[in-house]
């Protein structure tokens, strides 16, 4: 079983700058991607900002040059840095990890991996 926690939503002023963290624990064999999502009221989840293994990354267009993901190997945490929010970033932030626990690499099973959410509210 893996589990992710999700921390450092809340609520800052437009221009501002937010650090979002989810760290997983649990029987975790190899983590192939990590994500953040995004779902703001009524519209669908979207994709924020991704990472693999290899440290490869991608951004929506709408977050370009202003939000960056890292990861920590040896902690298996992902963070995203947020700068320069915009009110139209105010949303239901997910992180979710592509990963094997023990049980499942020895199925070749992929299992995605979805933390509990956190509010980021960007207003004046």
């Known amino acids: 079983q893996v589990q992710l926690v999700e921390s450092g939503g809340g609520l800052v002023q437009p221009g501002g700058s937010l650090r979002l963290s989810c760290a997983a624990s649990?029987?975790?064999?190899?983590?192939?991607?990590m994500g953040w999502y995004r779902q703001a009221p009524g519209k669908e989840r979207e994709l924020v900002a991704s990472?693999?293994?290899?440290?490869?990354?991608d951004y929506a267009d709408s977050v370009k040059g202003r939000f960056t993901i890292s990861k920590d190997n040896a902690k298996n945490t992902v963070s995203l840095q947020m700068n320069s929010l915009k009110p139209e970033d105010t949303a239901v932030y997910y992180c979710?990890?592509?990963?094997?626990?023990?049980?499942?690499?020895?199925?070749?099973?992929?299992?995605?991996?979805w933390g509990q959410g956190t509010l980021v509210t960007v207003s004046s």
């Open positions: 979710k990890f592509s990963v094997y626990s023990r049980s499942s690499y020895l199925n070749n099973r992929l299992l995605e991996v």
């Open positions: 990472i693999t293994g290899g440290d490869s990354t």
């Open positions: 649990g029987s975790i064999f190899g983590i192939n991607a």
